[in-house]
């Protein structure tokens, strides 16, 4: 099968019907801003060949609001979409101009997405965190801090390229978030969802932003965008298991 047609079909296998989640928007030191609901409406065609999506959103205020994007059509889509986790973004840094991350991870019907966002300087301006679920609103169950587990981790690692090119399932270790480099910003949030990236991007510099999720005591996810001196190159997926 074509790769981007691949790609569009796992956008319809995976995202499509409604998300019930609370999204959070932090400060780039951790700090609750606002908090809202929001239902992700994704309604493919019958054919397939569009996909149109509607957020709903209630505030704390009472106030509603709804917001149309789309329609994509097949197979044009920004997002690079594996079985258990998706990402889009900005594919450089350019001065003068935003640049976010956007990593959702997948498992079963929860979803679990964290966007961090850049001013037109390149210094991390906030995040965006949300947990989600396909069809009604959860309550998800308190968790340890991810930062505060250890365990035997047993891994395995995807990567998906700009070109919608896949890598066969590899093995890989596990590495603590907070083993990364140093000098990023790791913030560790209540809903079991975790970021490092780094508190200022360059145009010419490599980076990455990577996002934990610990689904449960025995399943971890991660996910990151990893940059080189001439933008963004992969996607990767590791899935632990104890």
């Not at 149109?52 to 197979?75: C, I, L, R, V, W």
């Not at 947990?131 to 959860?138: A, D, K, N, R, T």
């Not at 969802?193 to 991660?222: H, M, Y």
Request: contains cysteine.
């Amino acid at each position: 099968m074509d790769r981007k047609l691949q790609n569009w079909k796992k956008f319809c296998q995976y995202y499509s019907g409604d998300l019930y989640g609370i999204w959070t928007r932090y400060s780039r030191a951790g700090e609750v801003i606002e908090s809202w609901r929001c239902i992700r409406s994704f309604r493919p065609t019958a054919e397939g060949s569009e996909i149109h999506q509607q957020n709903h959103y209630t505030y704390a205020s009472g106030k509603t609001e709804t917001k149309t994007f789309g329609p994509y059509k097949q197979p044009i889509t920004t997002g690079l979409f594996l079985d258990n986790g998706f990402s889009w973004g900005s594919s450089t840094v350019k001065s003068g101009s935003t640049f976010f991350s956007d990593i959702c991870l997948r498992y079963e019907n929860s979803r679990a997405t964290a966007i961090a966002k850049y001013d037109e300087s390149g210094s991390l301006k906030r995040f965006t965190v949300f947990p989600e679920h396909l069809g009604h609103f959860v309550n998800v169950p308190a968790l340890p801090p991810p930062h505060q587990i250890s365990s035997d981790w047993q891994g395995t690692l995807q990567t998906i390229t700009p070109d919608w090119q896949i890598s066969p399932p590899l093995v890989t270790s596990w590495q603590p978030l907070d083993d990364l480099p140093k000098d990023y910003l790791r913030l560790h949030f209540t809903n079991s969802i975790s970021i490092s990236c780094p508190a200022q991007v360059e145009s010419g510099k490599e980076f990455f932003v990577a996002v934990d999720w610990l689904v449960n005591q025995t399943l971890w996810q991660r996910g990151t965008r990893h940059y080189d001196r001439s933008g963004f190159t992969s996607f990767t997926l590791e899935v632990f298991r104890i």
